[in-house]
Each structure stands twice: as structure tokens, then as C-alpha cells.
């Protein structure tokens, strides 16, 4: 079966430090892989999105940066966290044609 | 991808069914609807997706007008852990130049004892 994994769970980082986040996933070739963050009390928003190995869409002009260096792995980055970074941070999978789409557990980060 | 309109928040009793309501009055006739929810702090959880047709599951049922203007998510007997957020979502089920998933703001269903 396929299973996701994202780690760590919490992070708490200072301002201007910077951000890896990963995400693996197992069971599967070829997905889809996905970066949402969600700020408290907020809605869902789509920051990358990759159809393949060195694919990356971004949505959202801003200090984060993605990358898929192997297919069943997503890596989320920042140079210099701000403030505004801090939310829970979700990575997601599909398959190729996109019907449902399965999420981590996600990480929440605090930038302090 | 479609707009979708939702109410922000609805209220339902234990064990009576909660029924979700997605206008989508722009919708195509390659998209589909698809509903997810996310339970406080978790991930979102796909649901249920329909294009036409009624669609059910072991979670949920999907009723989708005949114009396909807009859709009804049915929890048939809810519970209190269904309280969460669901997400209306219409999109072209088959990837080809648009794989992006994004969510609106969903409608957050509080089911009270």
C-alpha cells in the first residue's frame, strides 16, 4: 500500500534562518507531489506542485523554494524564514491522473 | 478549474444526516466534483467525486443536479468525529496540463451531541 511520510511534525525557527521540510513517499511511481500551507484560521494554499523528477510549478511568488531530486521525494526550502512563513505545512500525492489525492500529516511551523 | 461556492458553516445532530451544499455554476463538461474534508490539525481526507451521476460510498453520497450546477454531499448519519471542514472541489479528473489540486475555503460542519 501506498503511505506518505513528512517530517518533522512541529518546527520552531527563528526569523532569517533557514527551512528544509521532506517528504517521501512509498508504494508508488510517478506521482504527483504536492506543498500546501495553511496559516491558522485559514484556508488551503497550493505553494508547489511536481509532475515529475526536476518539475516544479510554483503558485505563490515568495521565499520558499521546492525540489524533487528523486521521484517519490519533495523537499520544501527557504534560505531565510520570515514571520509570515509560520502555519502548518502539508505535502500531498496523486496519481498521474490526478483522481484523489492523499496528504501527510504535516508539519507546523513557528517562526519566532 | 471552476469556482466553487460553499456556506462557511453549518450545524447538524448526531445521527441526523448532514447534507453539504457546492454551487458551481461555471462547471464543464470534462470536470468533476470531487469533496474532501480535514479534521482539525490533519490532513485533508478525500471523500467522494462524482461527474454526473450519483455517486456512494462507504463514507458519504454524492447527488449532483442535472445541470450539474451545483452538488449536495450526504453524511447519512452523522457523527461527532465528521465535525471538520469539507472541501468542494471541481476539476478535470484526467491530468493532461492541469494537476493542480487547490481547495477554496469549505464549508466547517459542526456536528453537536
Known amino acids: 500500500s501506498q503511505t506518505i511520510h513528512q517530517w518533522p511534525a512541529t518546527l520552531v525557527q527563528p526569523v532569517g534562518s533557514p527551512l528544509s521540510l521532506e517528504c517521501t513517499v512509498e508504494?508508488?511511481?510517478?506521482?504527483?507531489l504536492y506543498w500546501y500551507r495553511q496559516a491558522a484560521g485559514r484556508g488551503l494554499q497550493l505553494l508547489f506542485y511536481?509532475?515529475?523528477?526536476?518539475?516544479i510549478s510554483s503558485e505563490v511568488p515568495q521565499n520558499l523554494s521546492a525540489s524533487r531530486p528523486q521521484d517519490r521525494q519533495f523537499i520544501l526550502s527557504s534560505k531565510k524564514l520570515l514571520l509570515s512563513d509560520s502555519g502548518f505545512y502539508l505535502c500531498?500525492?496523486?496519481?498521474?491522473?490526478?483522481?484523489?489525492?492523499?496528504f501527510g500529516q504535516g508539519t507546523r511551523l513557528t517562526v519566532v | 478549474d471552476a469556482k466553487t461556492t460553499q456556506p462557511p458553516s453549518m450545524d447538524c445532530a448526531e445521527g441526523r444526516a448532514a447534507n453539504l451544499p457546492c454551487n458551481h455554476s461555471?462547471?464543464?463538461?470534462?470536470?468533476?466534483v470531487y469533496w474532501y474534508r480535514q479534521i482539525h490539525s490533519q490532513g485533508p481526507q478525500y471523500i467522494i467525486h462524482?461527474?454526473?451521476n450519483n455517486e456512494t460510498n462507504e463514507m458519504a453520497s454524492l447527488i449532483i443536479t442535472e445541470d450539474r450546477k451545483s452538488s449536495t454531499l450526504i453524511l447519512p448519519h452523522a457523527t461527532l468525529r465528521d465535525t471538520a471542514v469539507y472541501y468542494c472541489?471541481?476539476?478535470?479528473?484526467?491530468?493532461?496540463?492541469?494537476?493542480?489540486?487547490?481547495f477554496g475555503k469549505g464549508t466547517l460542519l459542526t456536528v453537536n451531541p
Open positions: 500531498a500525492w496523486s496519481v498521474m491522473d490526478g483522481t484523489e489525492a492523499f
Open positions: 472541489i471541481v476539476r478535470v479528473a484526467s491530468g493532461g496540463s492541469n494537476y493542480k489540486l487547490t
Open positions: 511536481s509532475v515529475g523528477i526536476g518539475q
Open positions: 461555471t462547471i464543464s463538461g470534462n470536470e468533476y
Open positions: 462524482g461527474l454526473k
Open positions: 508504494g508508488t511511481s510517478n506521482p504527483n
